[in-house]
């Protein structure tokens, strides 16, 4: 099961140089070297920072949706979750991300077929803190 820990984003508003062009992702294209715009990863990734936090991952049950063992989660509390969405849980005092399934039942269901889905059932006590709206990784 993927777990996260909670953590909130600092007071920090740093903006870096932002080149404005396309960077290809197929055949190489043409490079303009002119970096005139800065770029705010807060204003690019957070909309509602009074009601953001981030929180890491701690496991692979969520790798089919793109989210691997110590990626930073960006969630926002503010955002109402609705069918498909990824979210952060609080599922009998354990802090979880699945994603959230509605239809035919309450359901948190991993991305990874090694873990089996979660039926919510009355035996169960789950809070929404959030849903998932950003992804941060560090590639090194």
């Known amino acids: 099961m993927s777990k996260v820990s909670i953590f909130t984003p600092g007071s920090s508003h740093s903006s870096l140089p932002f080149y404005s062009g396309r960077v290809s992702a197929g055949f190489p294209g043409v490079v303009d070297e002119h970096m005139e715009d800065t770029l705010s990863l807060d204003q690019l990734l957070i909309k509602h920072p009074e009601t953001t936090f981030f929180a890491r991952v701690e496991?692979?049950?969520?790798?089919?949706a793109g989210i691997f063992q110590s990626d930073i989660l960006i969630v926002d509390r503010s955002?109402?979750?609705?069918?498909n969405d990824i979210v952060v849980a609080l599922l009998d005092n354990e802090?979880?991300?699945k994603r959230l399934k509605t239809r035919d039942g309450l359901c948190l269901k991993a991305e990874n077929p090694n873990y089996a889905d979660i039926p919510i059932t009355g035996e169960h006590e789950l809070v929404i803190w959030g849903v998932v709206?950003?992804?941060?990784r560090n590639f090194r």
């Open 133 to 136: 709206t950003g992804l941060a």
């Open 95 to 97: 802090f979880t991300v």
């Open 79 to 83: 955002v109402s979750a609705k069918e």
């Open 59 to 64: 496991g692979d049950s969520m790798t089919g």
